[in-house]
C-alpha cells in the first residue's frame, strides 16, 4: 500500500540516474533550480482586449498566466511530477495553488486554495473555475477545509501540535496520509502561483515547501517598462515587461525538459490567442 498515493501513480520506468538524484538531494529545498524571464505584455494586452470584445469575458494577466501554465503541464508532463521518499510520483490531474487575501488590508485574513484541471481547459475555463473558488473564499466569514484543518490544528497546545506535524509529514512521505487531509492542505498541489502583480511589486523567488507535492513555485510581479533590443530592426525600445520568477524541483525532470518547458511556456504568452481553443491530447508521462 505504502507505493500508492490518492490521485498520482508511482513511476516505475525511469533511468537509474533520474531515482538515484532522489536519494542524494532528499528534500526538495536541496534541489531548487531558479529561473526568471521578462516577458512581453503587449500580446497578451492585445489577447485580453479582443478576447472581451468578441465574448465581453475580461482576462487578466493572472487568468492568462494561469491558463498558460494549465497548457504547459499538459503538454509536458514530467513537470506533474513530485518525489515522495525516494520515489517519484505523477499527479493525475494539474492542481494550481495560490494564497488569496479576503480583504486588501494590513489585518485582513488570508486562505488558500487550489483548482483541478484536466489540461483541455481554454484560457475562459481555466478563469471560471480559478474565479469560482476565489469568490467563494471571498467572504470575511467564509471557511474553506483549509482554513477548518488550520484552526482545528492550532488550537492545540504547542507542544502537542509539533508532534502531530511530524506525524503528519511521516505519513505523507510514507504514502498514508488520509485523503481528507490531501485534499484540504493546499502543499499538495502541482504548483503554487504568487501573484505578487495584484499588491503592485516586483517578483520575488519562493522556495518550494518540503512539504506535500508541489513541484514548482511560480510568482508573477508587476510589469515593469524597460529598454529592449527590436530583433527586426535591432533598435532599442522601451517596452512594457511581465517578470515572471520559477523556483523548480530538479529532480522531476532534467535541465533540457525544463528548459523546452519554459520556452513554451513563453510561446504561449507570446501568442495568448491558441488558448481560447481547447487542447484536444493531453500528454501522458511515462509509466
Known amino acids: 500500500m505504502f507505493w500508492k498515493r490518492k490521485g498520482a501513480r508511482l513511476l516505475k520506468t525511469l533511468s537509474p540516474y533520474d531515482r538515484i538524484l532522489c536519494h542524494v538531494m532528499t528534500k526538495r529545498s536541496d534541489a531548487q ?20 470584445q468578441q465574448t465581453g469575458v475580461r482576462l487578466s494577466y493572472l487568468d492568462v498566466v494561469n491558463a ?3 497548457r504547459v503541464y499538459a503538454k509536458m508532463p514530467a513537470l506533474n511530477r513530485f518525489v ?14 495560490m494564497a488569496i ?4 488590508r494590513d489585518d485582513g485574513d488570508s486562505t488558500t486554495i487550489k483548482v483541478s484541471y484536466t489540461g483541455h481547459e481554454t484560457a475562459a475555463e481555466v478563469q471560471e473555475k480559478f474565479h469560482k473558488e476565489i469568490w467563494k473564499n471571498k467572504e470575511a466569514d467564509s471557511s474553506n477545509s483549509t482554513d477548518k484543518l488550520m484552526e482545528t490544528l492550532m488550537s492545540l497546545p504547542t507542544p502537542i501540535l509539533r508532534v502531530l506535524v511530524a506525524i503528519l509529514k511521516w505519513l505523507d512521505r510514507i504514502n498514508a496520509l488520509p485523503s481528507s487531509l490531501i485534499d484540504a492542505l493546499p502543499f499538495h498541489s502541482s504548483i503554487f502561483v504568487t501573484y505578487l502583480k495584484s499588491i503592485g511589486i516586483r517578483s520575488i523567488y519562493h522556495h518550494i515547501y518540503d512539504f506535500g507535492t508541489i513541484g514548482m513555485f511560480v510568482c508573477v510581479g508587476k510589469e515593469q517598462y524597460m529598454p529592449v533590443v527590436d530583433r527586426k530592426t535591432m533598435e532599442i525600445k522601451p517596452a512594457k515587461l511581465l517578470e515572471i520568477k520559477v523556483v523548480a524541483d530538479e529532480r522531476i525532470c532534467d535541465g533540457l525538459y525544463h528548459a523546452r518547458a519554459m520556452r513554451l511556456f513563453r510561446k504561449i504568452l507570446e501568442a495568448p490567442e491558441q488558448l481560447s481553443q481547447p487542447l484536444e491530447k493531453v500528454e501522458r508521462d511515462v509509466e
Request: aromatic letters at 10%; glycine letters at 2%.
Open 33 to 52: 533550480v531558479y529561473f526568471t524571464d521578462n516577458i512581453d505584455c503587449a500580446p497578451i494586452d492585445r489577447y485580453i482586449k479582443d478576447v472581451e
Open 101 to 104: 487575501k479576503k480583504s486588501m
Open 68 to 70: 498558460a501554465l494549465v
Open 84 to 97: 515522495m521518499n525516494g520515489r517519484v510520483f505523477a499527479n493525475n490531474d494539474i492542481k494550481i495553488a
